[in-house]
């Protein structure tokens, strides 16, 4: 496994693979990797080749957001990246992605109006910008993002769409740790109280799918219950409880089959998302 750290670099050795016929994977990352980005990189092996970009993106953080004490360990990342038959993990200083006088941006509307995008202004216009930018370095014939940003694949989805920006994205389930915790780099902020708190994100999207699978249609009923449900641990502040299209991030009339349930919930400072698609 090599690491690369220069887009003219990178772009040589993918132009390389490109003559030989080489499919190239890509797994965008920020780093700190677990067992959810490692179910992207070994489902990205269908692929002859896989690239994997560790980037803490500082377009996507807002003022008072975690930026710098966004966890870090680029030695360990390379290990677990390397054992899941990596080929490149690209690892750009933010001056590479980021020239002094940038002044570009991918901007979308109405997908990012709802759920995060309205808790986190600006948080997609970073995401956006810097997907469309690894996309143009890599080059890759397939991308991989995790389902429990659901947000984030949907707009990344539009915005391959809407660009016409030639990549085929593939959105990879929820990894979940023994006792229903969604997989996130974050997590490592909770302390053991905080730990044991955060099983309420689990919870609540159970609680829902049992009242939807029970016949609840109504978003509303659904909802409520969720935050009543949140509400009764100390450590939690919800941010947001939404039934949405799971397309288009609108919020619905009636819950149906591929709607999103989607919620954001503080643990103490952490902030913790979670979800699922009602089958
Ligand atoms: O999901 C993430 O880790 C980031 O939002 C991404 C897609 C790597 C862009 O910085």
């Not at 090599?2 to 050795?13: D, F, G, N, P, Y």
């Not at 990189?41 to 975690?66: T, W």
């Not at 109405?110 to 690894?134: D, I, Q, W, Y």
């Not at 539009?158 to 974050?186: T, Y």
């Amino acid at each position: 496994m090599e690491t690369v750290t220069t887009v003219a670099e990178l772009r040589s050795i993918v132009k390389q693979w490109k003559k030989e016929g080489k499919s190239i994977g890509f797994v965008p990352t920020m780093g700190y990797l677990h067992e959810g980005h490692g179910s992207l990189i070994s489902r990205a092996r269908e692929n002859d080749r896989v690239v994997v970009s560790i980037f803490v993106n500082p377009m996507q953080f807002g003022e008072n957001e975690d930026f710098s004490s966004y966890p870090r360990d680029f030695e360990r990342d390379c290990r677990f990246c390397g054992s899941l038959g990596t080929d490149i993990v690209f690892h750009p200083d933010p001056s590479e992605i980021y020239a002094s006088d940038f002044c570009t941006f991918v901007d979308m509307s109405r997908l990012t109006e709802n759920l995060c995008g309205k808790s986190r202004p600006g948080h997609f216009r970073g995401v956006c910008t810097v997907v469309a930018k690894l996309l143009n370095i890599v080059n890759p014939d397939r991308a991989y993002f995790g389902e429990k940003d659901a947000q984030q694949l949907a707009v990344i989805k539009r915005m391959v769409r809407d660009l016409n920006i030639d990549v085929e994205i593939i959105g990879c389930p929820i990894v979940r740790e023994h006792d229903g915790l969604a997989k996130s780099s974050r997590n490592t902020y909770l302390n053991g109280d905080e730990r044991k708190a955060a099983l309420v994100l689990n919870k609540a999207l159970s609680y829902a799918e049992m009242l939807a699978k029970k016949g609840v249609t109504d978003p509303e009923t659904i909802t409520s219950a969720m935050i009543e449900l949140i509400k009764s641990e100390p450590l939690a502040k919800v941010d947001y409880v939404k039934a949405v299209n799971s397309i288009t991030m609108e919020d619905i009339e009636k819950i149906n089959p591929q709607t999103l349930i989607a919620i954001a919930v503080y643990i103490g400072k952490t902030r913790l998302i979670d979800n699922l698609i009602v089958r």
